[in-house]
């Protein structure tokens, strides 16, 4: 199917990210969507260093969905009177204790008391009626099941086809509190079934019963009693918590919008605040197509405070705040899950600076220039951002790196699978800005190919350990290619003073690099004095620069000739001049950030209230500089 981009309704659609579904329809994914990130990582690799097949790669544009063929099977599920799905007692609560690991910290439905006395009842033939309804029942288990660590996936695809039917059956018609618990559940497995876009569409079904209940709206819910409060209380949370998740990993707008003061000490939760924290990021970044410097200031104010006192609300979200479950030795992943979103918060607030920075290096690098040697050393300001884009990435594999071994953890955590993708995204992107000289980065690729492979199960994640892959061998070729220039330069300036023994066979050329006078010019370039900083000298002034979502092309033919072929003192190319490419759409995303590192202010102000780096088109940006050291360590979380 091919779209006429010459048509009036084509034309927006230049600027989105379309990918194609199972069956061959195009889908939206927006900018904070992994494969959009990945293509413009793509775009950049195969500008900079040629085809290979991270950039080849013939499944590039699909997007993986476990749909099943035919007819759903939960049609038939209430045909037969005996197809409920039985248990033992002892099934029944190893599975609502799975549901409970691999849900906390995202859902707050139940109490894990609750579940553990009253699912195994609610199974039973004898069973009286019980606050948990059996559409609610059959869907815990469900999700207990398919998270297991034995492969059950035939016992939880029985549980959830009957209790979607009996959802499908008697709660469509009227909102019903229990209708949006039994739709939450249902989107919460589809996601960890590789299913995103089914869980997309049920997940819009339980934010209109919410609204239709007016669960948005606290005072409303203040009109209940105190017991009813609570539930209604609590189902609106788990509702934001997948609803702001899921439009960060897929890349479209939230359904829902907090009407609360979050930050109020009355019952204060932490992954209430953390998500009205990332629904500023998706709203005014990569809705807006702008990083404004108030948006700038507010949201990593909101986080240093967050992380200073986010532990206090962690028993209203019902979370341990120990690193491993009181009494065992498997992983807290409630914890987990609250940190890691956290950083992930972090990474998208940061990628743009990394994206441009890093594709201005690159493409410094592929144009010719030899002083592979030389550290790159960007504007300090944006270096911080760029950094800590970086540092958020290994700190959520470093969180996630023990659940390799472990066993007997949950094997479907999709939102943590997607974690560890967009962070092997970025520490990719990172080794082509030469920061391995800065990070351990290597390391951690193979972190996160290992927790790939060990949550493949997961059709998604298995895709991705194969994309991850190709993209690690990618970065390696690269610092291949950047280790072999630095040992020319440096072999030609030792065969200057001992000679050089040539095994080239008879007949044959040896191909040398620029003379060791050109390499001496190029070290005098590089020459600073007392009074000049090393960042004004390689980068120019720190005069504001244009900063755009919009793709670039890529450099002349023949100005790259000229380039390489000058033998002139060379001065690398400027960031602030040079466009870079950051995750949004088909067409390469960019976004040039100039700064200022004159303008030196505290922690609590990142930038000058009037400045804005506009992803359209910027007039103004002032420093950032010594965010982290200012900050009070926000980035700091472990």
């Known amino acids: 199917m091919d779209i006429d981009n010459t048509s009036p309704a084509a034309t927006p659609l230049d600027q989105s990210r379309l990918i194609l579904d199972k069956k061959g329809r195009f889908m939206y994914l927006g900018d ?66 799975q549901y409970y690991l691999c849900t906390n ?140 998740l899921s439009s960060a990993m897929l890349g479209r707008p939230p359904a829902t919008k907090e009407t609360r003061n979050t930050r109020s000490a009355d019952d204060y939760s932490a992954c209430s605040d953390l998500l009205s924290i990332m629904e500023d990021v998706l709203t005014n970044v990569y809705e807006q197509r702008q990083i404004s410097a108030i948006t700038l200031n507010r949201v990593a104010s909101r986080q240093r405070e967050w992380a200073a006192i986010f532990t206090r609300g962690l028993a209203t979200d019902n979370v341990e705040p120990g690193d491993q479950i009181e009494g065992s030795s498997i992983p807290n992943i409630g914890l987990t899950h609250i940190k890691i979103v956290f950083h992930w918060t972090v990474m998208l607030l940061t990628r743009p600076f990394l994206s441009e920075r890093v594709t201005a290096h690159a493409r410094q690098a592929a144009s010719g220039l030899q002083n592979a040697s030389d550290s790159w050393t960007p504007a300090e300001s944006s270096r911080v951002l760029a950094h800590a884009c970086v540092n958020s990435a290994i700190r959520t594999l470093a969180l996630l790196e023990p659940l390799i071994d472990a066993w007997d953890t949950p094997t479907r955590l999709p939102f943590s699978m997607s974690c560890v993708v967009h962070s092997a995204l970025v520490i990719g992107l990172a080794h082509f800005g030469d920061m391995n000289q800065i990070f351990p980065l290597d390391k951690f690729m193979f972190t996160a190919r290992s927790l790939l492979q060990r949550f493949s199960r997961d059709a998604i994640a298995s895709r991705n350990c194969t994309i991850i892959q190709l993209l690690h061998e990618a970065c390696q070729a690269y610092s291949e290619k950047r280790h072999a220039a630095t040992m020319d330069i440096e072999g030609q300036l030792i065969s200057s003073l001992f000679g050089q023994l040539h095994y080239t066979p008879p007949g044959n050329e040896l191909v040398l690099n620029p003379s060791l006078q050109d390499y001496q010019t190029m070290e005098t370039a590089n020459a600073t004095n ?103 360590g926000y980035l700091g979380l472990e």
């Open 105 to 244: 910290g995202i859902l707050d439905l139940f109490d894990k008391s609750v579940l553990l006395d009253q699912v195994p009842q609610a199974v039973g033939r004898s069973a009286v009626a019980l606050p948990l309804a059996k559409p609610v029942v059959y869907l815990i288990l469900a999700i207990g099941a398919q998270s297991s660590p034995k492969d059950l996936g035939e016992v939880a695809e029985s549980c959830f086809n009957y209790g979607r039917y009996l959802a499908a059956r008697y709660l469509m018609e009227d909102p019903s509190t229990l209708a949006v618990e039994a739709y939450l559940l249902i989107t919460m497995y589809l996601l960890a079934s590789s299913r995103r876009n089914a869980a997309f569409m049920h997940l819009g079904f339980a934010v209109r019963a919410a609204y239709a209940l007016g669960l948005h709206l606290k005072p409303v819910s203040m009109r209940f009693t105190a017991d009813e409060f609570r539930h209604r209380e609590r189902i609106w949370k788990s509702l934001r918590s997948l609803d702001i």
């Open 32 to 97: 904070s969507a992994n494969p959009s990130f990945l293509q413009s990582i793509r775009r950049l690799v195969r500008e900079t260093q040629g085809p290979c097949p991270f950039v080849d790669d013939p499944l590039r544009p699909c997007m993986v969905e476990a749909s099943p063929e035919g007819a759903p099977a939960w049609l038939d599920a209430g045909s037969d009177q005996n197809a409920a799905p039985t248990f033992t007692q002892d099934e029944a609560k190893h599975f609502a204790s």
């Open 530 to 632: 007392d009074n000049i900083s090393l960042i004004d000298k390689a980068f120019g002034s720190n005069d504001a620069a244009d900063t755009s979502w919009d793709d670039v092309s890529p450099a002349n033919e023949d100005d790259t000739k000229a380039a390489s072929n000058t033998t002139q003192s060379i001065q690398p190319l400027s960031p602030s001049s040079t466009p870079a490419t950051i995750p949004k759409a088909d067409e390469d995303t960019s976004a040039t950030v100039n700064m200022d590192s004159s303008n030196i202010f505290d922690g609590s102000n990142i930038l000058g209230d009037a400045d804005i780096v506009n992803l359209e088109s910027q007039d103004d940006l002032v420093s950032l500089y010594a965010l982290i050291d200012t900050s009070g």
